[in-house]
Structure formats: structure tokens, C-alpha cells
């Protein structure tokens, strides 16, 4: 027998070697809680490589791609080795965990990217890059309401005039501007004759980029057209069939209803926002109901949780009366609840929003049937990692991050709120959880709404505490009960019920639009501010730890003073970043001068959306006509100008015609700007910006530098799709 303290070497393994693994036996790794909070850096990850997909200044080439897949490979063979080396004695255990927890980010931000990538290629499709106009022909796929209250359609399988199948646009969307007669149902082909041009660029640097928008969704050209729409063949079956039944059902809610209740009403259940007029849409939006409007993760939820509870209570009942039912009716309800949530997914059009408001709620019903938590962080990190799975893009959407900082943020709540609920009165615990949930809420999703918008409802807590209760308890199971009886012809009174949520839902909106001081505008933040609020916030969430371990210096404390850094960081440069002294138009059609008393746009009409973006994004409330008024420029309402720094002055000429007197004031140290094309290039001794340059520059900026004017185009500062 060997003596005390020896080993004795096993057949087929030699004394030395055995003893050297007994040496190296692994000590106790992290704690499980820690390990599965892991998970939780999944979506992270994936979004920081989306994000930097985005952020790259050109579309990544061959060269970025090999580079990636060089480092996604060291990376993996990074992080099978830790084990093997660490088991050897070659590392230490915790750098081994380390080097793997490190590598399998690292892997991730690399499949970010390409997620992003792939994305991008698969929806790639020819943008029209020149203005048209003459007969389109396509499939009718959609119909909405634009921000100027016209109905807009979608036509798909386009045919235009002259132009090979290579370069025609996918889809194609059109503004009508004399539309009187009832509009053709959907998937009927069609043909109109209309102008189409390429997406338009953002107004100015920081503004949102339809471009992006537009890409993702395959549209590759927008434009109006005033000439009635024409039948070429009829309807389709199959799918658009159903997308027709869709419609019928929102037209007979709003029938059922009437008026902006019954359009409301509609948009609730269908998703189908045509009815909706923009008054009622800018009410909705000045007293911070407007997502109310847009199906997402509050309809979803609210509708899967009153078919749950109304299927538990029904089988508990049965159960009660002798039925032979499972024990397990917790888990039937929330199989029938993922049913409805699917109904109503294909009811509301499925949109972006829908979809993920959908895997948000599919994901916690699933856990219930898996006897898992339903809500957690771990499920919303696996909603989160679906999504950004099947749309990428989605990482750069307000509703996304918004939706995800509100759920996380009442998951963290849960914890403090259920040790102060025993303390409340239990007649005033579903108040006081109301009141909490809608503080939570709104405390974080206002910054994200306020950089996005750039307006802060004031009283947006008040208006959704008189109305999300309402939606709970009336509209939304009204909805469910009708579209039950509707079947039956027996539809009327739960449409009557849902009429009185909507009607109250309005008169809020009215009421708290029209208190004083109930919309304070915000200046845009500048490109990082968002990136910065948004990872710094889960940095510090995810890195947050209590007891012992938050007094333990290491990397999570790291991490944790990281986010609040970037936190802060986003504060500073937003508070202090400036606007451009110039703003021009893409189109010549305005300019805008920053003066003491706010921006002075050259005339009171003309590029109406152009300035009032401006004048949103300087944080100011002024009409374009009141931003007009401010004193700046001089001339006739056709010939303008105004003074710069430094003696230089800019001129700005509009109308027919403004080709022809331009010329006249091209001078040394002036800038002159026209919404026409010059007929002919020249050295011009002023700096000559016509229709035609800003057509390849879009909109411009003008700063006054050292040496004079600085301009910058938009179309040379960002990243155009494809």
C-alpha cells in the first residue's frame, strides 16, 4: 500500500503526469447567479456590432470582412483554449474564465455586425437616383396617412415607363393629393400616372434619415401623384385576402363607432392608422399618448393578459363544477393567450412594432408553460436577442429601445415595490402600482423620447394614468369580446364600450394638449448622445450588484462606473452642443439663419417640412411664419438677404426665374443660394450653390470658420444606404 500522502498511478497513466492534473483541479468557479446573469450581455453584445456596423462611415468592404472573420477565429480558438491551458497549468482558472467570457463577446459583437450585414444585402434593392414622372403600374400592398394628413399608398412589382427591371425600385410609395374616390383593395394591381423621386435625405446633419427607413423596407422611391387610380387586373387571393378581411373589420369599427373615437378605435385593433386625422395625432403627441396609437408591447400585453386571466378563471371554474380538466391550467391559459397574442398579430397588419411586441409576449408565455419565470431579465434578454436576430435594424428604432428600457426598468422595480406594497392600504395597491409603474416608465423613456423628438410632454404621467387604466379595463377586452361576437352579428355593444375608452382617451389628449407649458421643446442631441444613454444605462444595470459583492472592487464595479460615465457623458454633449449658424434646404426652397432670438428663416412659405424640422430640432417653438418674422433678412419676398459674420452675406433667390437674377449677385464674400438649376458651371467668384449642386450635396450647413465659411453636405457627412 502506498504510504499517506502518495498516489498510486492508475493503468495506462503514469505517476508524474496524474499527480500534475491532480495539482491542477479547478478551485470553485463564480457563483451560479453570476453565470446566468451572462445571458443577459447576449443582446449587448449583438447590438454593439450592429451599432458599429451603422457607425462605420463607408459600407464595409472585402477587406473588413476578412479582417472580422481573421479575428472571429482567433476568438474561437481563443476561447476553446482557455480550458485545455488552464487544465494544463498554463493559465490561471479565473484568467481562463476570463479569456472565455471575453472571446464569447467579442464573438458576438463580430456576429452583430454581420447579422446587420446580411441584413442589408438581403434587402437590397435598386433606389431610383433620378426625379420621375409618367405611369406607374404595381400591386397595391398598403395604405396609411402621412404627417401632412394624406393617404399614402405602397405598390410593389412596379413597371414604370422606359426603365429596365434592374433599376426600377421595388416599392414605391405615393401621397394622393386629389383623392375623392374610394380607394382599390389590396393586392389589386393598378396604374397611376405620378411623380416618384429617390428618399429623401435628411434635412439637415442629425436629422432622422428616411433613407435608412426606406432601405430596410425595400422602398426605393417616394412621391404624389393627382390623377385618379386605375384598375389593370383584380384583386389577388390567398394572403391578400386576408390583409382585405383585415380592412373590412377596421372599416366596420369605424363605421360601428364613428368619428375620430371609432378611427382611434380601429387603429387599436387593426393597426390601420388611415382614419386617424394629423390634429388628433399631434394632440396624442403633446400629451404623451401617442404610442398609445402605435400597437406595441402595452396592446399586446394588455390583450394576452386579460385572455389569460379570463381562461384561468373559466378552467378554475370547471375544475370547481367537476370538469376533468388538468391540474395544470395555468399552462392552458397561457397556450390560449399566445393564440389570441398570434390572432392579433395578424389582425394589426403586423408591423415592426407588433412583431415585437409579439416575441416580447410570446417569450414570457412560453416561460409560463416551461414553469419558468415569466418575467425576468432572462426572458426580455431572449425577446431581445430574437428581435435583433430576425431585424437587426431594429437596434437603431426609438420604439425598440424605448419598449426595452421601459420593461427592464419595471422589472427592476418589482423588487422595491414588493417590499413597500404590505405596508399600502390594499383598497389603494392597484393605484399606488399604477402611479408606480407609470413613473417607472415615463422616468425611462423620457430621455430616449426627448433626444428622439426632441419635446418633452409635461404632463404625460397625468394623461396616462387617466387613460392606461381605462385602456386595461375597457378597450382592450371590449376588443377581445367583439371580435368573439362578431361573428354572430352580436358585436354592437362591446363596440360601444370601446367607443367610450377611445372618446374618454381623446378627451384627456384635448384637455392635457391644451394645459400651459404641456410641450417644452429640446435641441438635437448631437450622433453619440443616444449610443452613450443606451449603453451606459445597461452597462451600469447589468454590472449593478448588492450586498458584499458591490464592496468588492473588480470588474463589474468597473463596468458599473463605466455606464454612469457614459451617462454622464451623453449629458455634457448634449447640454453643450450648438446648432449651425446656416441651414439650406436640399432643395433651395429654404434658408435659416440662427440669430439672438432664435432661427430666421428666409420666407414665411415654402419647405414647410424642411423648417419646421429645423425649428423642432433648435428646440424652438416658433412657426415657420414667426421664425420669418425675426429680424435677419431683407428684400422682396423672391429676393433675400442677410448678413454673416466677418462681412460676408448670403442671398437666396426663389421663383421662376431665379436662375436668371442670380448671377447678378454673384460677388466676392457672398454665398447665393437658388431653387433653380444655372444653365451653365463657371468659376463664380461667390460661393454658388444652385438646385443642381444641392441635388448632389443636400442639405448644407454653413459655419464660420477662420479663413471664412465652412460648408458641409449632408450627403459628404453621412453614410448613404447601399
Not at 577 to 585: F, T
Request: hydrophobic share 50%; charged share 15%; proline share 7%.
Amino acid at each position: 500500500m502506498a504510504a499517506q500522502g502518495d498516489m498510486t498511478a492508475l493503468p495506462g497513466f503514469s505517476g508524474t503526469r496524474a499527480a500534475s492534473r491532480h495539482a491542477t483541479v479547478r478551485p470553485a468557479r463564480m457563483g451560479a447567479t453570476l453565470r446566468a446573469g451572462l445571458f443577459a450581455w447576449v443582446p449587448v453584445c449583438l447590438a454593439a456590432g450592429i451599432a458599429l456596423w451603422f457607425a462605420l462611415p463607408a459600407a464595409p468592404g472585402r477587406g473588413t470582412w476578412f479582417t472580422l472573420g481573421c479575428l472571429a477565429a482567433l476568438a474561437f480558438a481563443g476561447g476553446r483554449l482557455a480550458l485545455p491551458w488552464a487544465e494544463r497549468g498554463r493559465i490561471g482558472w479565473a484568467l481562463a474564465d476570463g479569456l472565455r467570457i471575453g472571446t464569447a463577446a467579442a464573438l458576438l459583437v463580430i456576429a452583430g455586425f454581420g447579422l446587420i450585414g446580411l441584413r442589408s444585402a438581403m434587402v437590397a434593392a435598386p433606389i431610383m437616383e433620378w426625379r420621375y414622372y409618367g405611369p406607374v403600374e404595381g400591386r397595391l400592398v398598403e395604405i396609411d396617412r402621412s404627417a401632412r394628413d394624406r393617404i399614402r399608398i405602397t405598390l410593389d412589382r412596379v413597371v414604370l415607363r422606359d426603365t429596365a427591371p434592374d433599376r426600377t425600385p421595388d416599392k414605391v410609395r405615393l401621397s394622393l393629393m386629389d383623392q375623392t374616390d374610394p380607394l382599390p383593395p389590396l393586392g389589386q394591381r393598378v396604374m397611376l400616372t405620378g411623380h416618384l423621386g429617390p428618399p429623401p435625405a435628411p434635412a439637415s446633419p442629425g436629422s432622422f434619415d428616411f433613407r435608412w427607413l426606406a432601405w430596410f423596407e425595400s422602398l426605393g422611391a417616394v412621391g404624389y401623384t393627382r390623377t385618379p387610380i386605375l384598375t389593370v387586373e383584380p384583386a389577388e387571393g390567398g394572403m391578400w385576402a386576408m390583409h382585405r378581411a383585415r380592412l373590412a373589420i377596421s372599416r366596420a369599427i369605424q363605421d360601428g363607432i364613428g368619428g375620430q373615437e371609432g378611427a382611434v378605435a380601429s387603429a387599436l385593433m387593426t393597426g390601420d392608422r388611415s382614419g386617424i386625422e394629423e390634429a388628433t395625432n399631434e394632440v396624442m403627441r403633446a400629451s404623451n399618448l401617442y404610442h398609445i396609437i402605435s400597437i406595441s408591447g402595452l396592446h399586446m400585453s394588455m390583450l394576452a393578459g386579460f385572455v389569460y386571466t379570463a381562461l384561468r378563471m373559466a378552467l378554475v371554474l370547471a375544475q370547481g363544477l367537476g370538469a376533468p380538466l388538468p391540474q395544470a391550467v395555468h399552462k392552458i391559459a397561457a397556450m390560449g393567450a399566445l393564440l389570441a397574442s398570434a390572432a392579433y398579430l395578424w389582425l394589426s397588419g403586423g408591423g415592426v412594432a407588433t412583431e415585437r411586441a409579439f416575441v416580447m409576449v410570446a417569450v414570457m408565455l412560453l416561460a409560463i408553460m416551461a414553469d419558468r419565470r415569466a418575467i425576468s431579465l432572462r426572458t426580455i434578454a431572449l425577446a431581445a436577442t430574437i428581435i435583433l436576430i430576425y431585424s437587426p435594424e431594429a437596434v437603431t428604432h426609438p420604439g425598440f429601445q424605448m419598449s426595452f428600457a421601459a420593461t427592464v426598468a419595471l422589472i427592476l422595480s418589482a423588487g422595491p415595490w414588493s417590499r413597500i406594497s404590505p405596508h399600502v392600504p390594499f383598497w389603494l395597491r392597484p393605484v399606488a402600482m399604477l402611479i408606480v409603474s407609470s413613473l417607472v416608465a415615463s422616468i425611462a423613456t423620457s430621455p430616449l423620447a426627448a433626444a428622439h423628438f426632441n419635446r418633452m410632454a409635461q404632463y404625460g404621467l397625468l394623461a396616462n394614468l387617466l387613460v392606461v387604466p381605462v385602456m386595461g379595463a375597457l378597450v382592450m377586452p371590449a376588443g377581445v369580446i367583439g371580435a368573439l361576437l362578431a361573428p354572430v352579428g352580436l358585436a354592437g355593444p362591446a363596440l360601444w364600450v370601446m367607443g367610450l375608452g377611445t372618446r374618454w382617451m381623446l378627451w384627456v389628449a384635448d384637455w392635457v394638449a391644451g394645459l400651459g407649458g404641456a410641450v417644452t421643446a429640446l435641441p438635437l442631441p448631437p450622433a453619440p448622445v443616444i449610443p452613450l444613454m443606451c449603453f451606459g444605462a445597461t452597462l451600469a444595470v447589468l454590472c449593478w450588484r448588492e450586498g458584499p459583492t458591490a464592496r468588492r472592487p473588480g470588474l463589474l464595479g468597473c463596468g458599473f462606473l463605466a455606464g454612469i460615465a457614459m451617462l454622464a457623458a451623453s449629458t455634457a454633449i448634449w447640454l453643450t452642443a450648438s446648432r449651425p449658424l446656416v441651414l439650406i434646404a436640399p432643395e433651395g426652397e429654404a434658408v435659416g439663419l440662427m440669430t439672438m432670438t432664435g432661427r430666421a428663416v428666409s420666407k414665411p412659405l415654402g419647405g414647410a417640412f424642411v423648417v419646421s424640422t429645423w425649428l423642432q430640432e433648435d428646440g424652438d417653438m416658433a412657426t415657420q411664419e414667426e421664425s420669418a418674422a425675426r429680424p435677419a433678412w431683407q428684400g422682396d419676398k423672391r429676393d433675400r438677404m442677410a448678413a454673416l459674420p466677418q462681412g460676408w452675406e448670403i442671398w437666396h433667390f426663389t421663383g421662376k426665374g431665379a436662375a436668371d437674377r442670380a448671377p447678378a449677385a454673384c460677388q466676392a464674400k457672398r454665398i447665393v443660394v437658388l431653387s433653380e438649376k444655372l444653365p451653365t458651371r463657371a468659376d463664380w467668384p461667390c460661393v454658388m450653390l444652385d438646385l443642381g449642386r444641392l441635388r448632389i450635396t443636400g442639405a448644407v450647413t454653413v459655419e464660420m470658420g477662420d479663413q471664412g465659411p465652412v460648408l458641409r453636405g449632408v450627403n459628404q457627412m453621412l453614410r448613404n444606404p447601399g
